[in-house]
Every structure is written in structure tokens, then in C-alpha cells.
């Protein structure tokens, strides 16, 4: 059972990561607007759009 | 803005088209314009349809119409280019940018008319071929199109792009309180997001703390498992719970108990409790409880905020609608002016189809204007020289001049704004049943764990703390507290997929026990239009005929009635007789000089090879042919005339909402009395009420007269609904017990109603009652669950029998139940079961 005093650990790493990134996709307004967003797959050629789109919101 | 339904594929039906393949309105069968897209001919109900499908295929975006779920808006060609050069101003343009980069500038735009995520992807296609913009994203949640854009580019040249695709574009002003409440959300959802990965974390060491105690652990384990559970658990509390701790400490303050006082209480002791346990390595540990009730909380709170969010968009796009720049005359030159810059006594230039921006006393001419937004009925108003016109109203029939008598902020318009404003902080607020109940709850609950505690100092000291403690977390009034919440939000949430909105939160309650249900009649129970429901003529010319050639001479009028003469309301579809044939192809053909006219408040009137031809009200008629004697009185009649003889009468009348019958029916037979409160005084408003067959009807009501027949009925004790649109209905809207706009509701209707519902089947309103009902059977099985959970537990505890683990479990449990069962609500059956 020693595992667990390096597993625990790990679990804990993954849970800020997972925390950093959401608190990234908040921010950056991924979820301002619910509707649209099932309907970019269909889009292509956004190369003129695409530092818009990746989030960062700035160019 | 929920997609609802996918149009079928146009392609199809190509051979013969019904409806236009831009806009989808029926299609005129003697009057179509045709193009090739997509390798197929295609048909469009007019230029401006055509003119946007032909520059969509040009410009190489013809996936638009594989994409979309729904219509394109028809176009308006007539919009001013000169109306958007404003814009580029450099002191309005200033005023208009959020955020300045090393290359560019973001302007936000404001667009309405988008139906579908096609529209977004069409809008930014076009905005991005123009060469001075760097990047486009549309939102469709607050109807935005954010364009970064080349230092001292024009914008008007985007917003001409966006225009030419049949979409009206505005600049985007947001309010203060707007943004303040766009940053709270994002708070909000950030503190569910850790509260909910903590409950994952914290629960995943629960549970092994949990079988732990059934199986026997090894002390090292359990201490490994507290150890790592507690600065999870602390920075859940310190960072998610937070908001229950100021607002529980803001209200005891002032000495109020509100339901975040247990709460915060119960969150705090439990959390004491189990860091003492964890430093000492005694008792047990309520981590998992902690963490699970303020996820939980959270969640409900998330929701209730972002329907809250989604209504104040909707508030703020009324203010928008009012036009940010006038024209006005100066030594007869027009400059565009922001209308912020208008003073009184400006002459201001207001062409036909604009919205007045200031309140102004008309100077030349006389024209025709849409008060809907004030009085609620759809018939416009002749306004003459000398007479007011008012910002927000829509000036229909021609351009005129007008002189400012009130500028902006001194308006009508905003003069109902305020009044609204300050009506809602006054609105009687029912008292919050399950607060009450849960701030006497907490004392009791305080009280008996104390004493409890103290019982058991006197039987076993060693155990006395954790069987107070026992009591104060099995007893956590949590499931009372969620009762009321989770149901309202699941309600909320079932309504929006129907197209309502909640505005606020006694609405549903309210409506569960509502006993007097009262429509308003334009906008509501009928939608604006008339229908031709009866034609007579009186010479040789068939009904047909008359009919067709009434549609032919109604394209040259604007006024509302001229509704009752399309093709699809119709009731003959019939080819028209030869005769007819070249009459009405001496319409279409008449040129600027000699084409129909439209006379002001009378009708049409039409010189063809010499002879006159009238189509309009009998008294226009009379003009020509001497009196005229209308058939009956049992409904409005327009009469056609030729040269000195009558050819036929067309009896007019308000066209129901689809559902407006079953509506009624339904009301009726759930014991509920219906009644119809109307500004309108005509024949037609008692049509309607008798073919509806409500309990009763009043016509001729001025706002003030509706309000108080509703206060009346209220003094008297009945539960008051009050359905309605338009700006006239907005103080019943707002004193009836629930007040309910319906689509197409002028905006300012939406202030003030408790439900707001941007869908137009009248179908939602008696599903939502239904919802009310149910909804309100929910709440009480919550409570009686949380009630009699507490009943059992709390001796159980202070009893010695409930160890602290499994009275963290079962307070859990009891809130789970809750919001599962809260959430049923979003599965039960609306349909109608009576019929």
C-alpha cells in the first residue's frame, strides 16, 4: 500500500492542471457563447481567423 | 437561440418552388426573380432577395445554404448607404472602440436578423474578404459581431457589408451593468468548476475513508487520506464557498437570517470539526460532505445567474433600437450627427421606415407612424403638422421634417424607461417561505446539538462532541434550503428550451395558483394581421378576380390592413380571368409617375387608360361613387371601386394566433376564468372575443383602465394572469400576480413582465402553467422529503445511534434526493392530456 504515497501525489499534480486549464478556458470566453460552437466543425479555411479563434482573444 | 427544426433541403422542391430560396416567404406565382445557384435555378420572392443570393453565390459562400437551419432575413435595400457613413466620424468612431492593439482596433457591432449559426459563418466570411479588417468573430448569445479593423479604415464599410447581406447592423453599447454581471458569471463558473474537482478529489478519498470504517484501515492510511482531503477541502471552502460566508454575514448584520446563514454555519462548524479531527487524529472527518453541499449550492446558483444573464441581453438590445444618429438640416444640408449632439428646436430630417430618434413636432406635410410600442395596437397613427412625434416610433409612410422638442434622456421613451425602473423595486415580494422556515430551523437545530451535546457530557464526555456534531450535520438544512432552488431552476431551464424566460423568481409559484386568466387582444390572442374572410362583389368581375387584383394594388401600401391581400392568406389561389389579367399587368407595368398612390389614413387609388381605381375605407370610396352602403356591420369591410361603380367588398378582420382557441379551452377547463382587456374599440375586438368565447371581454381600455380592473379582481382576492405585449400592457404586466409578453412583445413589454417568451406559439403559455403546476407539487415533495428525513435523523442522532460518517452520508444523500428529484422536472409530460 506505500503506492499510495506516490499516487496520491500524481492525482493531486493532474487536478491542478486540470484546474489551470479550465480556469484558462474561462477566461479566455470559451464558454460566452454555447450555441455557436457546435457549428465550427463544419467551417474550414479560417486561416485568417485562426489567432482569433485559438482563445487567446488578442492577436 | 436553440435551433428548432431543419428547413428541408430547397433543392428538392426546384421544379416548383413555393417559398423564396433566401428568405422562405411564399412566392408571388406571377412575380419571381430567378438565378442559378449551386449548378440549379432558383427562385426569389424580390430584387433585394435575389441581389443578396446572387452576391453570396459571387462571392463563392454558396455553402451558406447547405448550412442553415433556418431563412435569411429578406433584405431592405432601401437602407441608406449615408446612414453608415456616419460611423466614420472620427470622434463617433472613437467612442465605439473597446480595445486598441498595435494594428488594429475592436469595434463591437450589434446585428439582428441572424437566424441560425450559418448566418454567423456568412457574416464572417463577408466582413473578412474586406482588405482593412484583420479578424471577425460573430457571437450569437448576444447577437455581436466583433470586427478587429485597421486603424482609420471605414467602418462603415463593414457595415455596409454586413447590411448587404439583409442583416441590420448597429454599433454594440453595453451597459455598466452588463458587463458587471458578464464578469460575475465567469466568477461563478469558476467557482463551480472547483468545487466540482474537488468533490471528485475529496470524494475519491471519502470513499476509501468510508470503507475504511466498515473494514477495518490501517491508522497511517486514514491519516494519509485527512491529510491530503484537507487543503482540498480548505481551498474549496475558502474559495467556492465564499459567497455564502459574506452574504450570511451581510445579512446577520442587519439581523436577518437568510437561508446562507445555516449554510455557512453548517459548512464552517463541519469544516472546524474535521480539521480538529484531522490535527488530533480523532473522531471523523466531513470533508466530502463540505465540499459535495457547496457543489451542489453552486450549481443551482450557476444556472439561476445565467438565466438572469441571458434576460438582461435582452433588455439591453430595447435601448439599442433606438438609432445612434439623426439627420439633421441645417441651411438645407443633412449632416449626420450623433443624437446625443441634437439639441431642442434642431431640425432633424426623419425618412420613411427610420426610427424617431428624439420626441418632435412635425413641420411639413403629414405622414403615418407606428406608436405600437407605446399604445400596442398595430393600426398606425396620422400625425399632422403642428402634432408630436416620439422617439422609438417608426415613421412609415414618408420622410419629414421634424423640430426637437425633447433630445435625448428627456424623451417619452425614456420617460417610460425610468418609470418602469423604479415600478419594479416597488413589485410586492412574496415572503421566501423556505428562508423563513430554515432561519427558524437553524435555531432549533443549534439548540438541540447544544443540548444534546450536553446530555451526553453528563452519560459519556468522550463522545459528547461528536454527537452534538452528529446532530448539526445530519440535520444540515441543506435539502430545505435546495428544495425551492433546484426545482425553480429546473423549471427555468425546461422553459428556455419552449423559448421563455424567467424574470423573476415568485413566477412560477405565482402561476401554479392563478385563477383569472387576461389576455390582451392585439399582438396577443390575434398577431397583427387581418385575413380576408369575406368577399362580395357586386359586378361582374368574379371574387377571384376582385381579390387578385386588391393583392396587385396593395404592393404600393405600407398600412397594416394591406396584410389581409397576399397570396397566402388568401382564400382563392385561382389564375385570374383574362380581363383581369391585363388589368393587373397595367400595375405591374405603370412607371414612377402614373403607379398606384397611396393616400394617407384612406387607401389606394390608381389611374389606368383614364379610370380610377379605389381600394381603401368606405368613406374614400364615397369620394367617387356617392355614399356607399356597407353590407352589414359584423365586421370592418374595404371597398374596391371603378371610375363611379363598386366592384366588390372585402370583409377585413384580425387573424388569430394559431393556439389561441385550444389556448382559451384550456383555461376554461381547468376552472381558470378567462377574459379579454383591449384598447381596442371596434367591431373586430368583439369578433374576436365571441368567436374565442371567453368568460367576459372589455373593449376601449386605456392602460390605466386595464390596470385597474386587474387591481380590482386582485383586491378581491383572485390570482391574476396577465398575458400581453406592447408598452400599454406594462403596468398590468407588472402589478398582475404574473405577468406574461409574448413574441413580437414590443421591447419595453419585456421590462416589466414576469415571464417572457420569444416564441410565438401561444401553446408555451398553457405548458408553462402546466409546468407551474408540477413544479409546485415537486417543491412540496421536497419539502415533505427534507422534513421527515429530519424528523427520523435528528433523534436518531441525538440519540447516539448515527455515527458521524453515516450522518455525513445521509445529509448528502437527503440533497441528492432532492436535486434528483428536482430534475424529473425537465422529463415530465406538457402535452395536453385533457382532449
Redesign the interface.
Given at each position: 500500500m506505500e503506492v499510495l504515497y506516490f499516487l496520491i501525489p500524481i492525482a493531486l499534480i493532474f487536478c491542478v492542471v486540470t484546474l489551470k486549464l479550465i480556469f484558462w478556458a474561462i477566461q479566455s470566453g470559451q464558454y460566452d457563447d454555447l450555441d455557436r460552437h457546435a457549428h465550427i466543425i463544419f467551417e474550414e479555411d479560417q486561416s485568417k481567423n485562426d489567432s482569433y479563434r485559438d482563445g487567446s482573444g488578442n492577436e | 437561440?436553440?435551433i428548432s427544426s431543419l428547413i428541408p433541403s430547397p433543392s428538392i422542391n426546384c421544379d416548383q418552388p413555393t417559398e423564396c430560396f433566401h428568405c422562405g416567404e411564399k412566392l408571388d406565382v406571377s412575380l419571381t426573380f430567378q438565378t442559378v445557384i449551386g449548378g440549379k435555378k432558383r427562385s426569389m420572392c424580390c430584387p433585394g432577395c435575389l441581389a443578396v443570393a446572387e452576391m453570396i453565390a459571387t462571392h463563392g459562400m454558396e455553402a451558406f445554404y447547405d448550412?442553415r437551419t433556418h431563412y435569411a432575413p429578406p433584405p431592405d435595400l432601401e437602407l441608406l448607404d449615408s446612414k453608415f457613413a456616419g460611423y466614420d466620424d472620427p470622434t463617433i468612431r472613437e467612442s465605439l472602440i473597446n480595445e486598441v492593439?498595435e494594428d488594429?482596433e475592436r469595434i463591437k457591432l450589434l446585428i439582428t436578423g441572424m437566424t441560425c449559426?450559418?448566418c454567423?459563418?456568412l457574416i464572417?466570411k463577408q466582413v473578412?474578404q474586406l482588405s482593412d479588417v484583420?479578424?471577425?468573430?460573430?457571437?450569437?448569445?448576444?447577437a455581436s459581431l466583433t470586427v478587429?479593423i485597421c486603424p482609420n479604415a471605414p467602418l462603415s464599410n463593414v457595415m455596409r457589408a454586413v447590411a448587404s447581406l439583409g442583416y441590420e447592423v448597429q454599433p454594440f453599447t453595453t451597459s455598466e451593468r452588463n458587463t458587471i454581471l458578464?464578469e460575475e458569471n465567469?466568477r461563478l463558473?469558476?467557482q463551480l468548476?472547483?468545487a466540482g474537482?474537488g468533490m471528485m478529489?475529496v470524494g475519491?478519498f471519502a470513499i476509501a475513508l468510508h470503507a475504511g470504517d466498515i473494514q477495518g484501515m490501517?491508522s497511517n492510511?486514514v491519516q494519509?487520506m485527512r491529510w491530503?482531503s484537507l487543503p482540498?477541502a480548505m481551498f474549496v471552502v475558502s474559495f467556492s464557498a465564499r459567497d455564502f460566508f459574506i452574504s450570511a454575514w451581510r445579512h446577520l448584520r442587519v439581523g436577518a437570517l437568510v437561508m446562507d446563514l445555516p449554510i455557512a454555519v453548517a459548512i464552517a462548524t463541519a469544516t472546524l470539526a474535521s480539521i480538529y479531527a484531522t490535527f488530533t487524529s480523532s473522531g471523523t472527518v466531513y470533508f466530502d460532505s463540505v465540499v459535495m453541499v457547496t457543489f451542489f449550492l453552486l450549481i443551482a446558483r450557476y444556472f439561476e445567474q445565467r438565466n438572469r444573464f441571458k434576460n438582461s441581453q435582452l433588455l439591453q438590445q430595447t435601448h439599442d433600437n433606438l438609432p445612434l444618429l439623426a439627420s439633421r438640416i441645417i441651411l438645407d444640408e443633412i449632416h449626420l450627427v450623433p443624437t446625443q449632439q441634437i439639441v431642442v428646436n434642431d431640425r432633424l430630417r426623419i425618412f420613411h421606415g427610420d426610427i424617431i430618434p428624439v420626441d418632435g413636432e412635425l413641420l411639413s406635410g403629414e405622414t403615418e407612424v407606428d406608436e405600437s410600442i407605446f399604445t400596442g395596437e398595430s393600426l398606425p397613427r396620422t400625425v399632422r403638422v403642428g402634432e408630436l412625434l416620439f422617439a422609438g416610433t417608426c415613421n412609415l409612410s414618408k420622410s419629414v421634417d421634424i423640430r426637437v422638442t425633447n433630445p435625448v434622456g428627456l424623451t417619452r421613451f425614456d420617460a417610460l424607461q425610468s418609470a418602469v425602473a423604479s415600478a419594479e423595486t416597488k413589485k410586492p415580494r412574496i415572503a421566501k417561505m423556505a428562508d423563513a422556515i430554515a432561519s427558524y430551523f437553524v435555531a432549533i437545530v443549534l439548540l438541540l446539538s447544544l443540548t444534546s451535546g450536553l446530555i451526553w457530557w453528563w452519560i459519556d464526555a468522550s463522545n459528547s462532541f461528536w454527537i452534538a456534531l452528529s446532530v448539526l450535520v445530519v440535520s444540515c438544512p441543506c435539502a430545505l434550503g435546495l428544495a425551492t432552488p433546484t426545482v425553480l431552476t429546473s423549471a427555468a431551464s425546461r422553459l428556455q428550451y419552449m423559448g421563455g424566460l424567467i424574470r423573476s423568481e415568485n413566477a412560477m409559484e405565482e402561476l401554479s395558483r392563478i385563477d383569472y386568466a387576461i389576455f390582451d387582444k392585439t399582438g396577443t390572442l390575434t398577431d397583427g394581421d387581418f385575413e380576408c374572410v369575406e368577399i362580395r362583389p357586386t359586378s361582374n368581375f368574379s371574387a377571384n378576380d376582385c381579390y387578385l387584383y386588391a393583392c396587385a394594388l396593395q404592393k404600393y401600401s405600407r398600412h397594416p390592413i394591406s396584410s389581409a391581400f397576399r397570396h397566402d392568406s388568401g382564400t382563392s389561389k385561382n389564375q385570374p380571368s383574362n380581363e383581369m389579367v391585363d388589368f393587373i399587368g397595367n400595375i405591374a407595368q405603370s412607371d414612377d409617375a402614373n403607379c398606384p398612390v397611396y393616400v394617407t389614413g384612406m387607401g389606394l387609388t390608381f389611374k389606368d387608360n383614364g379610370i380610377e381605381y379605389r381600394l381603401g375605407q368606405s368613406q374614400f370610396i364615397e369620394e367617387c361613387v356617392g355614399d356607399v352602403t356597407l353590407p352589414d356591420s359584423s365586421m370592418h369591410w374595404i371597398v374596391l371601386s371603378r371610375g363611379k361603380n363598386i366592384l366588390c367588398f372585402f370583409g377585413v378582420r384580425d387573424r388569430l394566433r394559431p393556439n389561441a382557441r385550444q389556448m382559451i379551452s384550456y383555461f376554461k377547463n381547468n376552472n381558470i376564468k378567462t377574459m379579454i382587456l383591449t384598447g381596442d374599440s371596434s367591431q373586430q375586438a368583439r369578433l374576436v372575443a365571441q368567436s374565442l368565447n371567453v368568460h367576459s371581454a372589455e373593449f376601449g381600455l386605456s392602460p390605466e383602465d386595464k390596470l385597474g380592473i386587474v387591481m380590482d379582481l386582485q383586491q378581491r382576492g383572485h390570482q391574476v394572469l396577465m398575458v400581453g405585449d406592447g408598452a400599454n400592457d406594462g403596468p398590468v404586466l407588472l402589478h398582475s400576480t404574473v405577468g406574461v409578453a409574448v413574441a413580437d412583445a414590443t421591447d419595453i413589454a419585456r421590462v416589466k413582465a414576469d415571464i417572457v417568451f420569444t416564441n410565438s406559439d401561444l401553446l408555451c403559455i398553457e405548458k408553462t402553467h402546466r409546468l407551474a403546476i408540477k413544479a409546485r407539487g415537486k417543491i412540496l415533495q421536497n419539502f415533505g422529503w427534507a422534513i421527515s428525513y429530519n424528523f427520523f435523523a435528528i433523534p436518531m442522532a441525538a440519540l447516539g445511534y448515527v455515527q458521524p460518517w453515516a450522518a455525513a452520508l445521509g445529509m448528502s444523500l437527503s440533497s441528492l434526493v432532492v436535486v434528483l428529484n428536482s430534475m424529473r422536472l425537465n422529463h415530465v409530460n406538457l402535452e395536453n392530456r385533457d382532449i
Open positions: - | 437561440m436553440a448550412r492593439f488594429s449559426a450559418a454567423s459563418w464572417e473578412l484583420r479578424a471577425a468573430l460573430v457571437q450569437l448569445g448576444d478587429d458578464f465567469k463558473l469558476t468548476s472547483v474537482l478529489q475519491m490501517d492510511y494519509l491530503v482540498i
